[in-house]
C-alpha cells in the first residue's frame, strides 16, 4: 500500500498545494466580491447567484489544476467535453427561451441603468406597463404595477422593449453629457 502512495507522493504534495491555494483564492474572492455587492441594490438572491456563479470559474480553474498535475490524456479530456457539450448543445435548443432570459439576466445585472426599485414604463404597442422592479432574478424580473399588482415578466423584455425610467441619478449623469457634446 505505501509503496503505491511512495510512487505518487509528488502528485499527491502538489494536489494538495492545489487544494491550498484554491481555498485561498476563494476566500479572497469571496470578500472581496462581497464587499462589492454590499454596494449594490441588489437582492440576497442576487448576490447568493454571484457567488455561486464566481465559485464556478474558481472550481472550473481547480479542475483544469488537477487536470494538468495528474497528466489526464487529452484525447479522454476532449471525449468527456464533446459529450457534454452535446448534450448541453440539445438541452439549450430545446430550451432556447430560457437560455436567452439567462443570457439577458446577465446583461442586464452588469450592464444596464435599471435597478431595483427604479420606477419603470415597458412602452409597448400594444399596451405599457408601469410600475416599480422589485426584483431582477435569472430568468425573470417582477414588476409591481401602480394598480399593486405584481407582474412577472421575462429578462428579454428589458433588452427588447423601450423602457422610460424615472431614476433621478440617471438623468442627473446623462444631462450634463448631453450639454456637453452641443
Do not use: C
Amino acid at each position: 500500500m505505501w509503496e503505491i502512495i511512495e510512487g505518487y507522493s509528488l502528485l499527491i504534495l502538489e494536489s494538495f498545494i492545489a487544494l491550498f491555494v484554491w481555498m485561498i483564492i476563494r476566500l479572497v474572492l469571496s470578500r472581496i466580491v462581497t464587499k462589492r455587492l454590499r454596494l449594490t441594490d441588489f437582492s440576497a438572491a442576487r448576490k447568493r447567484i454571484t457567488l455561486k456563479s464566481v465559485f464556478a470559474v474558481v472550481n472550473m480553474i481547480l479542475f483544469g489544476a488537477l487536470i494538468t498535475i495528474w497528466s489526464v490524456d487529452q484525447k479522454d479530456i476532449l471525449v468527456f467535453l464533446s459529450s457534454m457539450v452535446t448534450v448541453l448543445g440539445v438541452a439549450f435548443f430545446a430550451q432556447w427561451s430560457h437560455l436567452s432570459n439567462i443570457t439577458s439576466g446577465i446583461i442586464i445585472f452588469f450592464n444596464t441603468a435599471t435597478k431595483i426599485g427604479d420606477e419603470i414604463k415597458i412602452m409597448d404597442k400594444e399596451f405599457d406597463i408601469e410600475g416599480e422592479i422589485l426584483d431582477i432574478g435569472m430568468m425573470f424580473f417582477k414588476i409591481k404595477t401602480t394598480k399593486d399588482e405584481i407582474i412577472s415578466l421575462p429578462n428579454n423584455i428589458i433588452l427588447q422593449k423601450a423602457i422610460k425610467t424615472n431614476d433621478k441619478k440617471l438623468k442627473a449623469s446623462i444631462l450634463p453629457m448631453e450639454e456637453g457634446s452641443e
